[in-house]
């Protein structure tokens, strides 16, 4: 990590958290809140000055109105604002009543300092890969269009750049060329963050940043073919974006725990 002499403003990502209505319900073996709970720790304890939390979809595993009230609870004690956006998990009809369709926390676009945030929704019913729809790329093409002289951050839950691992790359983004393009031709875009692959992703491309992240829960194996989970702790992304549009990242895991999780699974 290089020192950054300029103003910037902090940021966490907490992404994947996979809740369930009963706190106590265990996904492929992990309680899913106590690692949230523990995440959220590591944050208060790591992290001084955030500004606010980008929460990149799964959300909740059974996509009820409990779990995301619980949800916005917890994030809510961080004393930030969250906005979120929908995974393949969720539902955003779902959401919205949980947490009211008028919460900012569903902002779509907003300003921080130099810099706007887009938040995209790749979500599509019924299905584990994610789709960008022609309104959102309008969306995001009047957003970049407004957005000219202003660094931008665009959120979304599936990942847009390949993964290693063959049976996750088969639930990416399908119509990634379509977002490409649009980042390609403004280069106001200086990074991209997903959720999605439960793992840390680095790329840069084209001069811009393409991250993916550690689950608040289970870890995915980069690497191998079919569905297989890392040893890794759960985690967070922190971001520091510079008045001069260069980003800082990393990411940090809970350490000194072992958790309950079924390494022998073949799925969930
Ligand atoms: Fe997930």
């Given at each position: 990590m290089t020192t950054n002499?300029?103003?910037s403003i902090r940021l966490v990502q907490i992404t994947d958290t996979h809740l369930y209505a009963d706190s106590s319900s265990v996904l492929v073996g992990m309680n899913c809140e106590e690692s949230l709970q523990d995440v959220l720790s590591l944050i208060r304890k790591e992290e001084r000055d955030l500004v606010t939390a980008l929460?990149?979809?799964?959300?909740?595993?059974?996509?009820?109105?409990?779990?995301?009230?619980?949800?916005?609870?917890s994030v809510a004690g961080l004393?930030?604002?969250?906005?979120?956006?929908?995974?393949?998990?969720?539902?955003?009809?779902?959401?919205?009543?949980?947490v009211g369709s008028d919460n900012p926390c569903?902002?779509?676009?907003f300003q921080l300092s130099g810099w706007r945030i887009i938040m995209l929704n790749t979500h599509v019913d019924g299905q584990v890969y994610g789709q960008l729809s022609a309104a959102e790329l309008h969306f995001l093409a009047q957003q970049l269009q407004a957005a000219k002289h202003q660094?931008?951050?665009i959120c979304l839950h599936h990942n847009c750049l390949p993964v290693d691992a063959a049976w996750l790359q088969k639930h990416a983004?399908?119509?990634?060329?379509?977002?490409?393009?649009?980042?390609?031709s403004h280069s106001q875009v200086k990074g991209v963050l997903f959720g999605h692959i439960h793992q840390d992703y680095e790329r840069n491309r084209n001069s811009v940043l393409y991250l993916g992240s550690p689950s608040t829960c289970i870890q995915f194996h980069p690497t191998k073919n079919q569905f297989?989970?890392?040893q890794c702790?759960?985690?967070?992304?922190?971001?520091?974006l510079g008045s001069d549009g260069v980003i800082l990242t990393g990411v940090k895991r809970v350490s000194n725990k072992r958790y309950q999780v079924d390494f022998s699974s073949i799925g969930y």
């Open positions: 002499s300029t103003a929460c990149t979809g799964d959300i909740s595993q059974d996509n009820s109105k409990a779990s995301y009230q619980r949800f916005y609870a004393g930030i604002p969250q906005y979120w956006i929908p995974g393949n998990h969720d539902e955003m009809t779902v959401m919205q009543q949980a569903f902002s779509k676009s660094h931008v951050l983004l399908v119509n990634s060329d379509q977002l490409l393009a649009l980042i390609d297989a989970l890392d702790n759960p985690g967070y992304r922190w971001l520091e």
